[in-house]
Structure formats: structure tokens, C-alpha cells
């Protein structure tokens, strides 16, 4: 499996971005997509997950405190999964990575190399 991000960029303070994962090697059509990040200086720089979508059936799952300014969804014909972000802060600077899953319980089997977000204050 191989997932490419893209989509990551510099946006001001209250801005928007859409962040896309594009997979190939899939062997089946059931499977979930974490969106992760890593934000620099952080306690052991460890990587968060933000959201989760099992795509054959668009169950979908967000870290508490970002659902509502950060939306998944997947364009299942393109293999691609989105990550809607909104009123973006100078603390969602990261770099953001996706990931496969066999669903959203497990732990990510494949990760992209990611895309760098930067929040202007």
C-alpha cells in the first residue's frame, strides 16, 4: 500500500485547507484512513492522531477537540480520502500524515511521508 498526502501549505490564522491522501496497492475495498499529525516540540513529538474513516462505510472518528473544525470523507472511485480543515489556529501547525488501517482500531499498517501545515498568527 502507498499513500501520497498533498494539499499542505502556509494559510492565515482562521483559514482553510484541504488535505488529500491518494492510495494505490489496495487489495481490498475495506479498510480505514487515519489522519495523524506531529507538531514540533510537542512531549515526545508523538504523533496525533485527528481524525478516522473506514471508507466502505463512511464511519468516521475525530479527536474530541477537532471535530466540528476538521472534517474526513473519501472519494471511494479515486481511492482518496480528504481532510477538511476550518478556522485553523497557529497550533494546528504540523505536519500531517495519513495512514491505512484494516479499520480504525487498529494500528496503522502503511503511513505517507506527509505534508508540512503552517498556521500564520
Known amino acids: 500500500v502507498q499513500l501520497v498526502e498533498s494539499g499542505g501549505g502556509l494559510v492565515q490564522n482562521g483559514g482553510s485547507l484541504r488535505l488529500s491522501c491518494a492510495a494505490s496497492g489496495l487489495r481490498y475495498d475495506d479498510y480505514a484512513i487515519g489522519w495523524f499529525r506531529q507538531i514540533p516540540g510537542k512531549e515526545n513529538d508523538g504523533r496525533e492522531r485527528v481524525s478516522c474513516i473506514e471508507v466502505k462505510y463512511g464511519r468516521t472518528f475525530y479527536k474530541d477537540y477537532l471535530e466540528g473544525r476538521f472534517t474526513t470523507s473519501s472519494d471511494n472511485a479515486k481511492n482518496t480520502v480528504y481532510l477538511q480543515m476550518n478556522s485553523l489556529k497557529p497550533g494546528d501547525t504540523a505536519v500531517y500524515y495519513c495512514?491505512?488501517?484494516?479499520?480504525?482500531?487498529?494500528?496503522?499498517?502503511?503511513w505517507g511521508k506527509g505534508t508540512q501545515v503552517t498556521v500564520s498568527s
Open positions: 495512514a491505512w488501517n484494516i479499520s480504525c482500531s487498529h494500528t496503522p499498517g502503511y
